[in-house]
């Protein structure tokens, strides 16, 4: 078995569960999760939907006497190696509930916390296999090039790894800033980034959007920022600064469509002071870019913009005018 992320995992199990996953690496090679539940099951979930992992190696559909049973000694002893055997220097990620391991592997805890937010009890474990897909923002780079993005679709739609590919690609060329607050696009472990997020992209990590914004306006010039799912007036208080200091932004929100998105406060707000030029809509199955609409003016919303229509060679877009945009915005 290669270095994959599936490996990875595996390196954290112990071994009544890694042994079972590794027999079934040709069928979870497709996953985008895989799930521990206390006294229940280990699960591995895809597009077409979860099952579980059963000690043969085979995954079944439902639950049955042939399947994984998690026990909590078995995620005790998961979390010490998350922690590697030091619980005490990795006090914020236990509080937060958020591992981010090697191959960009993240790890989320459910279970009881207690009021000063330490973990008591585990309830479940939840590793999520990071899939960086080189080349899926390219069109929508090449459509939107040099212009502020708003990126919207529901829930696996695939906002996230559509921001990391174009800013991959924005990176390659400007200086970028990605605001990575939860460090799930960049996957940074001891300074280094995990997936390609461009050359010269610089990485804020563990801290909020808005005060990330800030620091990078103030003291990275950069000629673009990156963001994920912006929410609340905080981030719309950055914003309105970085755009005040000529910065550009593509960013991400939950929103299926543009009445969806127009309902969010926030998102209207940046509209109002042409935040952002263009917002692109993805089909809420992750097969990409649904449609590109204009958002000049607010309060008249142009047609939609079909995606085929907009659709320009990656060769018109050379990177010596994507640096002369930046340039220009000086």
Do not use: W
Request: charged residues 25%; hydrophobic residues 35%.
């Amino acid at each position: 078995m290669k270095c994959t992320s599936i490996m990875t995992i595996c390196n954290y199990m112990t071994e009544d569960i890694r042994v079972p996953l590794m027999k079934a690496e040709k069928a979870v090679s497709e996953a985008s999760e895989i799930r521990l539940y206390n006294g229940r099951g280990a699960a591995v979930c895809d597009r077409n939907g979860c099952r579980f992992l059963c000690r043969d190696g085979s995954l079944s559909a439902k639950f049955n006497s042939g399947s994984i049973m998690v026990t909590t000694e078995q995620l005790k002893n998961i979390l010490s190696r998350l922690s590697r055997y030091s619980v005490y220097s990795h006090e914020k990620e236990l509080t937060e509930g958020c591992f981010v391991l090697e191959n960009g592997v993240r790890v989320g805890i459910s279970g009881t916390f207690s009021e000063g937010g330490k973990l008591k009890d585990i309830s479940s474990m939840n590793f999520r296999i990071a899939r960086q897909v080189i080349g899926c923002g390219e069109e929508l780079f090449s459509s939107t090039c040099g212009r502020s993005l708003i990126i919207c679709g529901a829930v696996n739609s695939g906002k996230t790894t559509i921001l990391r590919d174009l800013c991959r690609l924005y990176g390659n060329a400007v200086k970028c800033t990605l605001i990575d607050s939860r460090n799930e696009i960049a996957a940074v472990i001891k300074g280094k980034p995990a997936n390609d997020v461009g050359m010269l992209t610089d990485i804020i990590t563990g801290k909020s959007r808005h005060d990330g914004i800030i620091s990078a306006v103030r003291t990275l010039s950069p000629g673009y920022i990156f963001c994920d799912e912006i929410a609340d007036s905080s981030d719309t208080e950055a914003i309105r600064e970085g755009i005040g200091c000529g910065v550009k932004f593509i960013a991400t929100i939950h929103a299926d469509s543009v009445e969806e998105l127009l309902r969010r406060s926030v998102v209207r707000t940046l509209l109002n002071i042409g935040a952002f030029e263009k917002a692109a809509f993805l089909h809420s199955s992750g097969r990409g870019v649904r449609e590109i609409r204009s958002m000049k003016n607010v309060n008249k919303i142009c047609g939609s913009e079909p995606y085929s229509d907009m659709r320009i060679s990656m060769g018109n877009v050379t990177v010596g005018q994507l640096q002369g945009q930046a340039d220009d915005m000086r």
